[in-house]
């Protein structure tokens, strides 16, 4: 974890606006367990699209902290941000882990058909 706190401290401004950079990094320090710098760095970033949501709701998977991830869902609605296949996947996680049956089913409700026929959906739904 250290390392990785010192690879972040030192990078260069430019590389902290790169999304997939900034993704990487998130996915890091959640990885380490540093859920808080994670949703720092988060909030930091400027331009964030369905990838950099999918992080930090990736992130609270792995941390036991799913309930999060139907914050973070309703915030890409209000954003209008549409999530992609990997987000959807995701959230799909999420519901397994949390229990929350109502949440669950709104967002397995929400899910395009374009998403729900593809393969790798349609196992997290199993």
């Known amino acids: 974890m250290k390392i990785g ?3 972040l401290a030192k990078m260069p401004e430019n590389y902290r606006n790169d999304n997939i950079t900034s993704t990487s990094a998130m996915d890091m320090l959640m990885k380490f367990g540093d859920v808080e710098s994670a949703e720092r760095m988060f909030r930091s970033i400027k331009a964030k ?3 950099i949501y999918g992080a930090l709701m990736n992130g609270y998977n792995l941390n036991g902290e799913s309930w999060k ?3 973070v869902f ?3 609605n209000e954003k209008d941000i549409i999530p992609n ?3 959807w996947n995701i959230l799909i996680g999420a519901c ?3 229990g929350m049956l109502h949440h669950c089913q709104y967002i397995v409700n929400q899910i395009p058909l374009n ?3 593809k393969i790798r959906t349609q196992n997290a739904l199993i």
Do not use: H, V, W
């Open 74 to 76: 309703e915030e890409m």
């Open 5 to 7: 706190k010192e690879l």
């Open 69 to 71: 991830c139907f914050k």
């Open 85 to 87: 296949e990997i987000t």
């Open 115 to 117: 998403i729900q026929n």
């Open 96 to 98: 397994s882990k949390s």
């Open 49 to 51: 699209g369905a990838d």
